[in-house]
Structures are given as C-alpha cells and as structure tokens.
C-alpha cells in the first residue's frame, strides 16, 4: 500500500461563544476536542477558534470573510464550519436580537457565499437552560436545517440531541444556565465526531514510517 505523509488541512471554526467553548476550563470546547482526534487520525491540522461571545449572525456576517480569507490563502487546503443563532434568539431590552426572517437572511448569505469558496459544514446552534429560548433555537433551527438543505451544505442538529442529554444539561444549568463545562464539550464533540459529513473530510490514512 502507496504510503503517505500527514494531509495538512487548515479549519476555521466560526460562531458564537460554544464555537469559543466558553465555560470549559481545558480550554477546548468541542472544535478543539475534534481537531485533537483528527490530529490522532493521521492529519496535520492547522486549527482556527474564531468564535466570539455574545455575537449575532448579523455581526459574523460582517466579519466572516476578512477573517477566513486572511488565515485561508488558495495555495492551502482550507474549510470552514459555522455554527451560530443561539445569541439571534436572545431577549434584550424586551426585544429579541435578531428577528427570525434577518436570521434567515443572515445564514443564507453567509452560507451561499462561503460555499463558493470552500467546504462548509453546519452545525446547529446549542441548547441552554432556558426553555423559552430552547423553543426559539429549536424553531431556528428547524429553519436552518431546511435552507441548508436547499442550499447543499451539510447540516448536523446537535440541539435535540443536547436539549435531551442530562451531561449537557445538567452542566449548563449548574454553570451560567448557557454553557457547559467539560463533560459538555465533550458531550458535543462526540455528535459532531460521529456525523457523516466530518467523517468524510478525514479518512483514513496510511503515513510514512
């Protein structure tokens, strides 16, 4: 079998505060934890956390492509996965922060744009401890699934899967009703590890000895 060095692939991670993995005091939330096993897996990664707290789609929409295409030059093996809306669906000063419809808008420019250039992938935005919030983000989501759809970019629902899970909920709840600490992350990474669309950015490879 024709042995191979390590495929180098450069990733920018972009969102909110769970792409930043605020609350976890390793310091990796999830998109570090799977940017540590692919590294396991045989493939040199060069790893971008661009996710910035309390930051609305809006506000990624107008830094998304200065900050991608800075750390990603053509000559690289460059890709990128969103995950944000959680701080769309805040009530501030009575007001949600970002109207659903802008959401919407938002995610398809973002995404519509993004594909053009690189290989995307989706994540949905995550749980938190307040149910009223819960029933927008899981609404939100359902919507991003669909315009993902239309769109051709791979979508993953971590939501319902966190919404459902006692370690995410549990964690978040006893930390600041948002995020979660390490068990969380962790919780998190082993979704976004077992989806089909990340699996098959990192097959299996055969290295030099």
Same mark, same amino acid.
């Given at each position: 079998? =024709? /042995? #191979? *060095?390590? @495929? #180098?692939? !450069?990733?920018?991670? =972009?969102?909110?505060?769970? $792409? &930043?993995?605020? %609350?976890? @005091?390793? +310091?990796?939330?999830?998109?570090? !934890?799977? +940017? $540590? &096993?692919?590294? *396991? *897996? %045989?493939?040199?990664?060069?790893?971008? &956390? /661009? %996710?910035?707290? !309390?930051e609305t789609s809006t506000e990624l929409k107008n830094r998304w492509f200065r900050e991608v295409s800075y750390r990603l030059p053509k000559e690289y093996d460059g890709r990128l996965v969103f995950s944000f809306g959680v701080n769309d669906t805040t009530i501030e000063n009575g007001e949600i922060r970002v109207n659903f419809t802008e959401s919407i808008g938002n995610i398809r420019s973002i995404l519509g744009e993004a594909k053009q250039l690189y290989p995307v992938l989706m994540v949905s935005p995550a749980a938190c401890g307040d149910r009223e919030q819960n029933q927008r983000i899981a609404n939100l989501s359902q919507e991003f699934a669909v315009l993902c759809h239309q769109l051709n970019v791979p979508y993953l629902d971590v939501f319902s899967r966190l919404e459902k899970s006692n370690i995410w909920m549990d964690e978040v709840k006893n930390n600041d009703d948002y995020h979660p600490r390490s068990a969380g992350y962790q919780e998190f990474a082993q979704i976004v590890e077992s989806w089909d669309a990340w699996l098959n950015w990192f097959p299996p490879v055969m290295l030099d000895k």
């Open positions: 079998m =024709l /042995l #191979q *060095k390590s @495929p #180098q692939v !450069r990733i920018c991670f =972009l969102g909110e505060s769970f $792409v &930043n993995g605020t %609350g976890d @005091p390793e +310091c990796l939330g999830w998109t570090g !934890r799977i +940017c $540590v &096993n692919a590294n *396991k *897996k %045989g493939y040199d990664i060069t790893y971008y &956390n /661009l %996710g910035v707290r !309390r």
